[in-house]
């Protein structure tokens, strides 16, 4: 950018940066989100007169152990990478009324080796969130209760009482007096944000920073403090079913795409230990069109079944839909169905779902799609016993996936007798199971 320049502007939702006003966002579409920043104007720069920054070598001996504390909830400590590290910041996010506050509130509770806890909500009242926490069979001991959206007096608080741990809720109600603009624009986010993750880290107090993502891109995204922030989890799933995904998409301590398995009840998230049973429905009776693949989320081998449903169009151009899996993914796979086993899709609507809305993003999975594709187009009925592992190649040929042996063992330790994998190098174990090695995709599906 040029120095002239003294102000540019910034897309509140992705933090697209452009020189002059834009009615849309070109990165990520959303209108009316550019927002004028002003950089101040500053004397030339010079050296002189400035104290230097200091040189550290880099092998110069540290504490290295980083301290970490137990949330007292196990799932949510594996997605955190063992515990919330002391001094850290953690963004959660999700679209409102997925479980933000019920999952922080619970871990409050849980949390028993820290002594002072605090919850700051600019969101609801004590009496709301008492309610909720007599929902939740929460006694509250230790837990203090801040109803401020103030940053300054929220400093000040959290340096006088040096809690173990902090809740924020949301990031998007909080506001600087130093910083125009209503709480939740970007320029706040930011301000209030870098300012906590100070304070945090001089004082040594895990911060939750709740955070609301919206459509409409009328209040700032989290997207823009991803990089100011320690770790990222997201709440995925539907409202409309009962499970919650929390997945880390950012970790400096630990590994990302680490996922935890809730499930909403009546009294609050409960964690789910085997998330295979709940993407599983091998007693379903009616199988066509269903295919049950092995997907590595993190760390986490897990089996999911994914649903195909394939149907003659009856006028104009053919339908697609696709939940859970990459509409150009579903593209590809039909094509080349089409185009190397002689399958006429080009003239059949077709519907993909994964159990529950699950998204699946892993190459791995291709093979499996292709086989419920086929299995509704054909009218067969794959066994419910069997497992299809294996990236697609343009050509049809099979490419090998990482971790075979981790999602064999799955796939072993849940039953299934017979498990499709590509050929490969990759040296598995024998197992109790039958195991089919195929290197084409015709070989399988004519
Ligand atoms: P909430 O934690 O308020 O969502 P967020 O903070 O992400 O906006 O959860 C809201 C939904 O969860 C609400 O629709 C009610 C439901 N819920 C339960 O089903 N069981 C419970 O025990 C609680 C507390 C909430
Ligand atoms: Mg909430």
């Known amino acids: 950018m040029s120095k002239k320049n003294k102000s540019f502007y910034v897309c509140n939702n992705c933090g697209y940066q452009s020189l002059r006003w834009l009615g849309k966002c070109p990165e990520c579409s959303t209108w009316g989100s550019l927002e004028e920043q002003i950089i101040k104007k500053q004397s030339a720069h010079s050296a002189a007169g400035q104290s230097a920054a200091k040189l550290i070598p880099l092998n110069e001996k540290q504490n290295l152990s980083e301290k970490r504390i137990p949330t007292g909830i196990n799932e949510l400590d594996r997605v955190l990478g063992g515990g919330i590290v002391s001094g850290s910041i953690v963004m959660v996010g999700g679209d409102p009324g997925i479980g933000k506050s ?8 849980k949390m028993k080796d820290v002594d002072k806890k605090v919850y700051i909500s600019g969101e609801e009242s004590l009496s709301q969130i008492q309610q909720r926490a007599r929902r939740l069979q929460i006694t509250g001991q230790n837990i203090f209760f801040v109803n401020d959206t103030n940053l300054e007096t929220i400093l000040a608080a959290l340096e006088k009482e040096k809690p173990g741990v902090v809740v924020i809720d949301s990031i998007q109600t909080i506001a600087s007096e130093n910083i125009d603009g209503i709480p939740g624009n970007s320029s706040q986010l930011r301000y209030c944000t870098a300012h906590l993750v100070q304070t945090a880290k001089q004082n040594q107090i895990s911060i939750f920073l709740v955070g609301h993502v919206t459509k409409d891109g009328a209040i700032a995204g989290p997207k823009i403090l991803e990089h100011i922030v320690d770790t990222v989890l997201y709440f995925e799933g539907d409202n409309q079913v009962d499970y919650r995904i929390l997945r880390s998409t950012k970790n400096r301590f630990g590994a990302v795409n680490e996922i935890a398995l809730f499930q909403m009840e009546k009294n609050g998230l409960i964690p789910v230990a085997n998330p295979s049973e709940i993407f599983l429905n091998t007693d379903q009776n009616d199988r066509q069109g269903t295919a049950v693949v092995a997907v590595m989320e993190g760390n986490r081998p897990m089996l999911v079944e994914v649903q195909a449903l394939v149907a003659k169009t009856q006028f104009g151009i053919p339908q697609r839909t696709a939940t859970g899996i990459e509409h150009r993914r579903m593209n590809l796979l039909l094509a080349v169905l089409e185009k190397k086993c002689a399958k006429p899709f080009s003239f059949y609507d077709v519907f993909l779902k994964t159990a529950a809305g699950l998204k699946l993003d892993e190459p791995a999975t291709d093979l499996g ?32 996936v990482s971790r075979l042996q981790e999602r064999i063992n799955e796939a072993v330790k849940l039953g299934f007798k017979r498990i499709v994998i590509p050929k490969s190098k990759n040296r598995y174990q024998a197992t109790s199971a039958n195991i089919q090695i195929i290197s084409r995709l015709q070989e399988i599906v004519n």
């Open 102 to 109: 019920t999952i922080m509130l619970q871990m409050l509770d």
């Open 369 to 400: 799609i292709c086989m419920a594709l086929i299995s509704s187009m054909d009218e067969l009925i794959l066994a419910n016993t069997t497992v299809y592992i294996g990236e697609v190649g343009l050509n049809g040929e099979l490419r090998p």
